[in-house]
């Protein structure tokens, strides 16, 4: 079943468009401009991180800093930690 839903998020990852994520960051109080949304959709098509390795999303968080500003990135990794705790997920992570 882990391997399901692991796949399933990697699918949604490097599915994810601009509009989602300025939806999603207008939903959890992000400030994210549309060139800002392109570049990481751009930035997750090209290298597909594994959100369950833990070198890959540190290597994401540091490349969402260059793309944002690192506290936009450090308030992603929270909202993340936040997430995979509500939905007892992390065995997972």
Do not use: C, W
């Not at 989602?20 to 060139?35: A, K, M, Q, V």
């Not at 450090?74 to 997430?83: F, H, P």
Request: charged share 25%; proline share 4%.
């Amino acid at each position: 079943m882990s391997f399901f839903i692991k796949e399933m998020i990697k699918n949604k990852l490097r599915k994810l468009t601009s509009e989602e994520i300025l939806h999603y960051s207008s939903e959890y109080g992000f400030s994210i401009t549309p060139t800002q949304a392109d570049r990481i959709v751009n930035y997750l098509r090209a290298s597909s991180p594994n959100p369950f390795d833990q070198a890959d999303r540190e290597r994401f968080m540091t490349e969402l800093a260059k793309i944002t500003d690192p506290k936009t990135a450090a308030a992603a990794q929270q909202l993340m930690d936040e997430v995979i705790k509500s939905y007892g997920m992390e065995h997972l992570f």
